[in-house]
Nanobody, 124 residues
Framework: QVQLVDSGGGLVQAGGSLRLSCAAS????????MGWFRQAPGKEREFVAT????????YYTDSVKGRFTISRDNAKNTVYLQMNSLKPEDTAVYYC?????????????????WGQGTQVTVSS
């Protein structure tokens, strides 16, 4: 079992920055990949970023490349999503998720545990 608590969302103007955090407990943190997903009102949940258990491999959805950075601190059992140059279309509830193994993956089906979500609102 893995418990996830995500935080750091809020209201920010376009062009601003936020850093999301997700604290994990349960299994050995470095043994599983972590991902961030988001869901905007009326839309399906979509992949944002993922990082392998070691932290050496990351993937991003095209719309956030160059603006968002995923990282992890295995000593603190925490994964981060640094979001810069935010746009109104980034508005969504953001969820962290724990993968089934250490391999980074974009597929939501590969994630067994999910945080409660944190709201990010970007005003124009």
């Amino acid at each position: 079992q893995v418990q996830l608590v995500d935080s750091g969302g809020g209201l920010v103007q376009a062009g601003g920055s936020l850093r999301l955090s997700c604290a994990a407990s349960g299994r050995t943190f470095s043994s599983y990949a972590m991902g961030w997903f988001r869901q905007a009102p009326g839309k399906e949940r979509e992949f944002v970023a993922t990082i392998s258990g070691s932290g050496r491999t990351t993937y991003y959805t095209d719309s956030v490349k160059g603006r968002f950075t995923i990282s992890r601190d295995n000593a603190k059992n925490t994964v981060y999503l640094q979001m810069n140059s935010l746009k109104p279309e980034d508005t969504a509830v953001y969820y962290c998720a724990a993968g089934r193994d250490a391999w980074a993956t974009k597929t939501s089906d590969a994630y067994d545990y999910w945080g409660q979500g944190t709201q990010v609102t970007v005003s124009s």
